[in-house]
Nanobody
Framework: QVQLVESGGGLVQPGGSLRLSCAAS????????MAWYRQAPGKERELVAT???????KYADSVKGRFTISRDNAKNTVYLQMNSLKPEDTAVYYC???????????????WGQGTLVTLSS
């Protein structure tokens, strides 16, 4: 099985920055597109940013210019650099990956357990 483990969440003041990391682990797999989602209290989960293996990125309008998604393919890790954070960025942030399992030649969508980002002054 393939697992995603997020880290880097925490409490930050408005205007501050955080960097989230998500590492994929397992045996005989390859990660394809990776993404970050978030779910604020009382709201549905929403897409924040995506990145392909080649490095092409897309962002939600609400985070464009403030958040940057990147990845290290050698480490099977995706990052989310969050700057100029706002109170409305408070949410649980989830990592997502499309994974190719070499042993079975099948694709799998994998989710991390989530990491909480809280904006508070």
């Amino acid at each position: 099985q393939v697992q995603l483990v997020e880290s880097g969440g925490g409490l930050v003041q408005p205007g501050g920055s955080l960097r989230l990391s998500c590492a994929a682990s397992g045996r005989l797999f390859r990660t394809n597109a990776m993404a970050w989602y978030r779910q604020a209290p009382g709201k549905e989960r929403e897409l924040v940013a995506t990145i392909t293996t080649g490095g092409s990125t897309k962002y939600a309008d609400s985070v464009k210019g403030r958040f940057t998604i990147s990845r290290d393919n050698a480490k099977n890790t995706v990052y989310l650099q969050m700057n100029s954070l706002k109170p409305e960025d408070t949410a649980v942030y989830y990592c997502n990956a499309d994974v190719f399992i070499l042993a079975t030649k099948s694709y799998l969508e994998v989710w991390g357990q989530g990491t909480l980002v809280t904006l508070s002054s």
